[in-house]
């Protein structure tokens, strides 16, 4: 079965910092695009961070330049989101998925993306 578990959420001040991690089973790692995205309250879903397993690099979007950094250890089949400098605007529901894009890219965020498998999500609360 494949399955993508999200962790490391939790409420944290202004200026903290979070590591979510993405616990990966049932896929081979390497050959699926891993993303780190988030939905906000009233909001839609938005990329934060990707790593393409075709460029072997990784795509930040701008909200995530400069503070957040996407990372992973294919030995443990795992991602990870290391958050910095938090803000209120950060504040969010947070999804790691796998998935492919029909014409792969160093931003993989672009383009139509298909076989996805998303995690349940972890909740960050950056407070004030």
């Known amino acids: 079965e494949v399955q993508l578990v999200e962790s490391g959420g939790g409420l944290v001040q202004a200026g903290g910092s979070l590591r979510l991690s993405c616990a990966a089973s049932g896929f081979t790692f390497d050959d699926y695009d891993i993303g780190w995205f988030r939905q906000a309250p009233g909001k839609e879903r938005e990329g934060v961070s990707c790593?393409?397993?075709?460029?072997?690099?990784?795509y930040d979007a701008d909200s995530a330049k400069g503070r957040f950094t996407i990372s992973s250890d294919n030995a443990k089949n795992t991602v990870y989101l290391q958050m910095n400098r938090l803000k209120p605007e950060d504040t969010a529901v947070y999804y790691c998925?796998?998935?492919?894009?029909?014409?792969?890219?160093?931003?993989?965020?672009?383009?139509?993306?298909?076989?996805?498998?998303w995690g349940q999500g972890t909740l960050v609360t950056v407070s004030s």
């Open positions: 998925a796998r998935f492919r894009t029909v014409v792969p890219g160093r931003n993989c965020f672009q383009g139509y993306r298909y076989d996805e498998v």
């Open positions: 790593i393409s397993s075709s460029y072997g690099s990784t």
